[in-house]
């Protein structure tokens, strides 16, 4: 069983910035590879960002490509998703998710653990 406890969101201006913080706990000596969903009202929950298990591999929707960066630390037990340039587009609830595997893939269902999520609001 893994953990994860979201942390960062809060209220930002549009073309502001925001770091999610995600922090594992558990069997994180497994190999998991980790991503960000969001979910905004009236939609279904979408990919963001995944990474691999070793960090060496990172995706993005194209919506945020070239706007939010993921990570991860060598431990692999805190994972962050920052995020610039934001637009009010962007507000959602934003979950951290890991699935057993070395790489990160977009579909919610092959995620085996969630965070209770983040709200990011970002304001016109």
């Known amino acids: 069983q893994v953990q994860l406890v979201e942390s960062g969101g809060g209220l930002v201006q549009a073309g502001g910035s925001l770091r999610l913080s995600c922090q594992a706990s558990g069997r994180t000596f497994s190999r998991y590879a980790m991503a960000w969903f969001r979910q905004s009202l009236k939609k279904e929950r979408e990919f963001v960002a995944g990474?691999?298990?070793?960090?060496?591999?990172?995706y993005y929707a194209d919506s945020v490509k070239g706007r939010f960066t993921i990570s991860r630390d060598g431990a692999k037990i805190t994972g962050w998703l920052q995020m610039n340039s934001l637009k009010p587009e962007d507000t959602a609830v934003y979950y951290c998710a890991a699935r057993a595997a070395s790489y990160a893939r977009v579909e919610v269902d092959n995620y085996d653990y969630w965070g209770q999520g983040t709200q990011v609001t970002v304001s016109s």
């Open positions: 990474i691999s298990w070793s960090g060496s591999s990172t």
